[in-house]
């Protein structure tokens, strides 16, 4: 029976960017973003912006956020960042408008092939659409989207896609049931 190998993994292909600027974006983000720091709002939208990510009107951040590359983001309007949020967007992350992501939320864009001996990298786009809201300490898996206002509540994991209004719990996330807004 084959066994794993990590030294035979590659990840050459992966090009998220030239070194010089992961290296200047990883001071930046632990300086500005992952402190506690109370850095003004408008200056990690600037300095976000600076670094290629795309972002609507009245962006929140809240302090301990965790940007793994920010010209993979795309933000709406009213999007609110919560603390100790980690966006590991390996891949393209593109989040509508009036979005909550709770304290401690993951969205996860990577993960590796465990069937094969070199370990792979896999990443896979996340998407959160209009009125969506991360509950905290819960784990959006790559490839997934999360359709117009669908809740993942505290703790879940979600690794499949999830219906518009649904809401979802649990480790793997169920529908539990629909959202209704008064």
């Not at 009213?78 to 590991?88: F, K, S, T």
Request: aromatic letters at 12%.
């Amino acid at each position: 029976m084959k066994k794993v190998d990590l030294s035979k993994f590659d990840n050459n292909w992966y090009k998220p960017g030239s070194a010089f600027k992961r290296f200047v974006w990883y001071f930046k983000n632990i300086f500005l973003f992952k402190t506690s720091l109370p850095w003004p709002n408008s200056l990690k939208i600037m300095t976000l912006r600076f670094f290629g990510a795309k972002l609507g009107r009245n962006v929140l951040i809240k302090p301990n956020v965790n940007f793994k590359y920010p010209w993979l983001l795309e933000l709406g309007d009213n999007v609110w960042i919560g603390e100790e949020v980690w966006i590991d967007n390996l891949a393209k992350v593109t989040i509508g408008n009036n979005v909550c992501l709770s304290q401690g939320a993951m969205l996860l864009c990577g993960n590796h092939d465990y069937k094969k001996e070199t370990f792979d990298l896999i990443v896979g786009d996340i998407s959160l659409e209009d009125g969506v809201w991360v509950g905290a300490k819960s784990v959006v898996c790559p490839g997934v989207t999360m359709k117009s206002h669908s809740i993942l509540s505290v703790g879940s994991v979600l690794t499949k896609d999830a219906d518009a209004y649904g809401i979802y719990q649990g480790n793997p996330a169920v529908l539990i049931k629909h959202r209704e807004i008064s």
